[in-house]
């Protein structure tokens, strides 16, 4: 199960970055998932929230919050950056998008010159966002 992987990347991660802020205790943890990231949002924070639960002192009582990170693509032609909904996919089409990205070349061309040659510039992966804490 990468995602157990993953929420153990951050929960070190954000140990790192308190330590480095010297925050004595972080208060909240924003996590950005791109929305072409095939990863359940909510079981995704709880996973996370399971593991802070036996991280080290500074982090355990932080709160995990999740955003999804908006995709955006841009065309090799013309340097158009354009969304989904600027290329007018469907709900099927984009589903199977959201499945495996790869998938939108299939299914996308650039809204403005019409080719097929673009490259996902945002919308993947998972990273945090934002750590909020306090000093002591």
């Known amino acids: ?8 990347a951050v929960v070190t ?6 330590r ?4 004595a205790a972080v208060e909240e943890i924003v996590l950005n998932i791109g929305e072409l990231q095939s990863i359940d949002h909510e079981m995704f924070a709880e996973l996370v929230q399971g593991q802070l639960s036996s991280a080290a002192a500074e982090i355990r009582g932080a709160k995990v919050r999740v955003v999804k ?12 950056e354009f969304s ?3 290329a007018k996919v469907g709900e ?15 299914y996308m061309r650039c809204p ?11 919308g ?13």
């Open 92 to 106: 099927e089409e984009r589903e199977a998008i959201h499945f495996v990205p790869e998938m939108a070349h299939v």
């Open 13 to 18: 991660s954000a140990t790192e970055t308190a």
């Open 1 to 8: 199960m990468h995602e157990w992987a993953l929420a153990e």
């Open 112 to 122: 403005a010159c019409g080719s097929p040659d673009f490259s996902i510039v945002r």
């Open 124 to 136: 993947r992966g998972v990273f945090i966002q934002e750590i909020t804490g306090r000093h002591d």
């Open 20 to 23: 480095q802020q010297k925050l």
């Open 69 to 80: 990170g908006e995709a955006a693509f841009e065309c090799q032609a013309c340097k158009k």
């Open 84 to 86: 989904e909904q600027d």
